[in-house]
């Protein structure tokens, strides 16, 4: 599959080890070197800016998608190719969904579990067929992904929905995954559930 933008999902922290930066900026890197854009949530800070940079640096288009009630001062970056103001957080990530050719998701909390959980539930629901790739570098992920073999194997989550989501252990392994996505869902169970 060919990817030309990837929304990016991660933390707007470093973290509490250096690793976590450097994975960020390794990842905007690569998007440069393959000449992917990206798609972000529009942040000067955390694990954001570390890939943003990379990626712009290495010629990257940047769009930043942020709501208005954010900071300008201390939140919002300044020098990015594009950026769209909107008014919620639901519209920001409908944005992003719409604007980007595939999904990645580095290490984060809240907000990015929300955006993460937003658009692969809308890949099992088939309103989009892009894949969704959470990069599972250091493990840190480890114990969500078995929570998520739980959902599947107590009942809740057809394997074929499990299957959506791409786990990478590496950058390089995310791209790998992202070339060979190929979108895979149920069409007997879509068309149940859609009008």
Same mark, same amino acid.
């Given at each position: 599959?060919?990817? $030309?933008?990837?929304?990016?999902?991660?933390?707007?922290?470093?973290?509490?080890?250096?690793? $976590?930066? !450097?994975?960020?900026?390794?990842?905007?890197?690569?998007?440069?070197?393959?000449?992917? %854009?990206?798609?972000?949530?529009?942040?000067?800070?955390?694990?954001?800016?570390?890939?943003?940079?990379?990626?712009?640096?290495?010629?990257?288009?940047? !769009?930043?998608?942020?709501?208005?009630?954010?900071?300008?001062?201390?939140?919002?970056?300044?020098?990015?190719?594009?950026?769209?103001?909107?008014?919620?957080?639901?519209?920001?990530?409908?944005?992003?969904?719409?604007?980007? /050719?595939?999904?990645?998701?580095?290490?984060?909390?809240?907000?990015?579990? %929300?955006?993460?959980?937003?658009?692969?539930? /809308?890949?099992?629901?088939?309103?989009?067929?892009?894949?969704?790739?959470?990069?599972?570098?250091?493990?840190?992920? !480890?114990?969500?992904?078995?929570?998520?073999?739980?959902?599947?194997?107590?009942?809740?989550?057809?394997?074929?929905?499990?299957?959506?989501?791409?786990?990478?252990?590496?950058?390089? /392994?995310?791209?790998?995954?992202?070339?060979?996505?190929?979108?895979?869902?149920?069409?007997?169970?879509? %068309?149940?559930?859609?009008?």
């Amino acid at each position: 599959m060919q990817i $030309y933008s990837i929304a990016l999902f991660c933390g707007s922290a470093e973290g509490n080890k250096a690793q $976590y930066k !450097t994975l960020a900026a390794e990842f905007g890197a690569a998007c440069a070197q393959r000449r992917i %854009d990206l798609v972000y949530g529009g942040a000067r800070i955390g694990l954001m800016v570390a890939a943003v940079m990379a990626a712009q640096q290495g010629g990257s288009k940047i !769009t930043g998608i942020a709501p208005r009630f954010f900071s300008s001062g201390e939140v919002l970056a300044d020098n990015l190719e594009e950026m769209i103001m909107v008014d919620s957080m639901s519209e920001r990530k409908q944005l992003m969904e719409n604007k980007a /050719d595939a999904f990645v998701i580095l290490p984060g909390s809240y907000g990015t579990m %929300d955006e993460f959980f937003e658009v692969l539930t /809308d890949a099992q629901l088939g309103l989009h067929h892009k894949p969704v790739c959470i990069l599972n570098a250091f493990g840190f992920y !480890t114990p969500l992904l078995a929570q998520l073999a739980r959902f599947r194997d107590e009942g809740f989550l057809h394997p074929v929905h499990f299957d959506l989501l791409l786990v990478a252990e590496t950058v390089e /392994d995310v791209f790998m995954k992202l070339e060979n996505y190929r979108y895979n869902n149920n069409s007997h169970w879509l %068309d149940k559930i859609k009008a």
